[in-house]
């Protein structure tokens, strides 16, 4: 089952503006990651945090975490054109369950040049 | 070389035939995954190799056989599979679990079954 959920699903904006995307998720973790997928390829780990960090920036993302919401936000600021991808949060599972990755279903960012 | 290496990028194979996908890394990671990704899907989880043992399957059909030679090199063996298991496979590695690293894809092999 998955354990991410984002919103939105789909997200058009215009180049040079900020994209936010928001995930939930249901069990405990101990970190949570953002990935980027182009055109059904492979995916580029963005950003991970750990469950006792709340906020996280690298370049032009920022991410955010609330462990007591089970929720977080990936804000990309000044959108480009290259920024167009699906944006995917992914879970572990703290405490002893599978040792992979549950990934959420995912936005799909376009942004207009 | 931060590179997960998959190959073939694309293989087409009928539902009688044997084919193998292969995944490569060089960085040293003791963890190795293979997901299975449907179009407009996440990428959901199908086995996880920890220091060369499997540790999970995620109850995939035995029609595929997951391998792992060495610690850089992990294989999906596929035999007898359905139209229904086209799809994109993705092979990733972390340093050690997920719980405390980030996994690093390959770009994936584009699987049609007919």
């Known amino acids: 089952s998955q354990q991410g959920e984002e919103d939105p699903q789909a997200l058009s904006i215009q180049e040079g503006e900020n994209a936010t995307m928001n995930c939930s998720y249901k069990t405990s973790i101990n970190n949570l990651q953002w990935y980027r997928q182009n055109s059904g390829r492979g995916l580029v780990h963005l950003i991970l945090?750990?469950?006792?960090?709340r906020e996280k920036h690298s370049g032009r993302l920022r991410v955010t975490l609330d462990t007591s919401k089970k929720s977080s936000s990936l804000l990309i600021t000044a959108s480009r054109a290259a920024d167009t991808a699906s944006y995917f949060c992914a879970t572990d599972a703290q405490g002893g369950g599978a040792d992979g990755l549950t990934f959420g279903k995912g936005t799909h960012l376009i942004i207009q040049p | 070389d931060t590179e997960v290496t998959q190959t073939p990028k694309h293989l087409v194979m009928g539902m009688t035939n044997k084919k193998s996908l292969k995944c490569e890394q060089h960085?040293?990671?003791?963890?190795m995954y293979w997901y299975k990704q449907k179009a407009k899907k996440p990428p959901e989880l199908m086995f996880v190799y920890s220091y060369e043992k499997l540790s999970i399957n995620e109850s995939v059909p035995s029609r595929f056989s997951p391998e792992c030679p060495n610690s850089s090199l992990l294989n999906l063996h596929l035999h007898a599979l359905q139209p229904e298991d086209s799809a994109l496979y993705l092979c990733?590695?972390?340093?050690?679990?997920?719980?405390?690293?980030?996994?690093?894809f390959g770009q994936g092999t584009r699987l049609t079954v007919v």
């Open positions: 960085m040293g990671h003791r963890a």
């Open positions: 945090i750990r469950s006792n960090e």
């Open positions: 990733a590695s972390s340093q050690d679990s997920v719980r405390v690293a980030e996994a690093f």
